[in-house]
């Protein structure tokens, strides 16, 4: 079983967008639940609005449910909510072998997840090294200052980028279908799609490891 937690406590940063895709493209690989735990139930809703054509997976909305209480499945992507205390952090970071980090290309976005970032480094699991931590530069446009800054950013934490995803209407476009861009009939998707296949190579790789 592959684990993966989508996280970062600033709101907005397109976790629930992460980790949709994530799953959509997972689902044409093996059995797949969407571990929702937002209140907001973001992730819940999108399953709901999915078509029956698509690549089945399961969601669980259950925040305080335990982890363990999961039906098996080969793949496990659990959607955090924004700003989760630390405490909660740790009993998340127990369960997955990967995370995924993305962060958003405004100053509130870099200001906010660097802080976010320093309350990680708190955690003993995640300092030894026990969960591979993969950042997704979010929202990137090329010609703005934002993505610019945004990549400098990353360089200057030395953060580990696994994939920079482009501000695009069709993660908005896929969101309203329940589904992910790779299940949009449209060559659009094309120049985003190597982008996917870091990010699945990353948790295929890095996934593994609960609990050591
Ligand atoms: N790469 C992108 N291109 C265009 N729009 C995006 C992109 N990523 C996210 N969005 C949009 O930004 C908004 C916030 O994204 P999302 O809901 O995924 O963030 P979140 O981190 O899950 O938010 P929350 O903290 O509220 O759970 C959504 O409307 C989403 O469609
Ligand atoms: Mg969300």
Redesign the pocket.
């Known amino acids: 079983m592959i684990r993966v937690l989508v996280l970062?406590s600033k709101?907005?940063?397109?976790?629930?967008?992460v980790a949709t895709n994530l799953a959509s493209l997972l689902a044409l690989r093996g059995s797949v639940l969407l571990a929702d735990l937002?209140p907001?139930h973001?992730s819940s809703t999108w399953v709901e609005r999915r078509s029956e054509h698509l690549p089945k997976l399961s969601v669980m909305a259950d925040a305080d449910r335990d982890f363990r209480d999961y039906p098996p499945s080969d793949f496990v992507v659990f959607d955090a909510?924004?700003g989760l205390k630390k405490r909660r952090l740790e009993d998340m970071l127990d369960e997955v072998g990967a995370l995924l980090v993305?962060i958003g290309p405004s100053s509130f976005d870099m200001d906010a997840s660097r802080l976010f970032l320093e309350k990680l480094d708190e955690i003993k699991r995640f300092r030894k090294g026990k969960v591979r931590m993969g950042v997704i530069a979010?929202?990137v446009n090329a010609r703005t200052k934002g993505g610019q800054q945004l990549q400098m950013f990353l360089a200057d934490l030395q953060l580990p980028v696994v994939a920079t995803?482009?501000?695009?209407?069709l993660?908005?476009r896929a969101?309203q279908q329940g589904a992910g861009i790779a299940d949009l009939r449209t060559t659009e998707t094309r120049a985003e799609l190597p982008q996917w296949a870091q990010i699945l190579r990353f948790v295929m790789e890095g996934g593994h490891g609960a609990r050591a």
Not at 11 to 17: L, M, P, R, W, Y
Request: net charge positive; no cysteine; hydrophobic share 10%.
């Open positions: 970062n709101g907005g940063s397109g976790k629930t967008t937002d907001q973001s909510p924004a993305p979010n929202r995803l482009r501000d695009s209407q993660y908005v969101s």
